[in-house]
């Protein structure tokens, strides 16, 4: 099935423990990004990379770390995680060599939760 | 600074029309997205306007006004699995996405 996948779904982890998110998407899209959703706040922008061997940091990369190693991937990883970063993550991508709007297709989420 | 303002609830009976307002403030500006986002689940796209003047997709319309910064979603004919929220987010200069809140729109029959 084309589209986004997203591991875990959902985790528990202790302060301090490092996590990797990983996104993986076979729609062949050059760009992709991360996202934590917290409530009352609109979706922000940890990280994004415009092509494989790119990344960039969006509003909020601090505690965050990505690698674009290939197209497909796109893998988050919180170093040593702290309670703050307790929060939904949806990973998206999108085709910026379309020539239309360069819409973001969004991945199941995962659920995190630093205790 | 970037800032999308949106209403943070609003309630409609099923079979009316409801409008979802949004407005904008973003250094430059790429077009405004609408995204559907049911709890628990991922945004979904809607639609999409980067020239002034109204879009109609179905049931769903959306409306653009550059020189307001100002954005609309029409939904009519409700239906209980229109109940969701409602994002609206501004593409800048950077071709980033800001987003607001979102709208969490109740359906009562």
């Known amino acids: 099935i084309a589209g986004i996948t997203q591991a875990p779904t959902s985790q528990i982890l202790a302060a301090g423990r490092r996590m990797t998110l990983r996104c993986t998407q076979d729609?062949?899209?050059?760009?992709m990004y991360w996202y934590r959703q917290d409530l009352g706040l609109g979706l922000r922008l940890i990280h994004y990379?415009?092509?494989?061997?790119?990344?960039g940091k969006g509003e909020v990369p601090d505690g965050y770390s990505v690698s674009r190693a290939n197209t497909d991937d796109f893998p988050l990883t919180l170093a040593s995680a702290v309670p703050s970063q307790t929060s939904v993550y949806f990973c998206?991508?999108?085709?910026?060599?379309?020539?239309?709007?360069?819409?973001?297709?969004f991945g199941p989420g995962t659920r995190l939760t630093v205790l | 600074g970037q800032n999308i303002d949106q209403p943070t609830e609003m309630t409609a009976t099923e079979g009316a029309i409801v409008q979802i307002n949004c407005t904008y403030q973003?250094?430059?500006?790429?077009?405004l997205f609408w995204y559907q986002q049911h709890a628990g689940e991922a945004p979904t796209f809607l639609s999409y306007?980067?020239l002034d003047g109204l879009e109609e997709k179905g049931r769903f319309s959306s409306f653009l006004s550059r020189s307001k910064g100002y954005s609309y979603l029409l939904l009519k004919e409700l239906q209980m699995k229109d109940s969701a929220s409602y994002l609206c987010?501004?593409?800048?200069?950077?071709?980033?996405?800001?987003w607001g809140a979102g709208t969490k729109l109740i359906i009562k029959p």
């Open positions: 973003t250094s430059g500006f790429n077009g």
């Open positions: 306007n980067v």
């Open positions: 729609m062949r899209h050059n760009a």
């Open positions: 987010a501004a593409m800048d200069s950077n071709y980033q996405l800001i």
């Open positions: 998206a991508s999108s085709d910026l060599t379309s020539g239309g709007p360069d819409t973001q297709y």
């Open positions: 990379s415009n092509t494989a061997g790119t990344t």
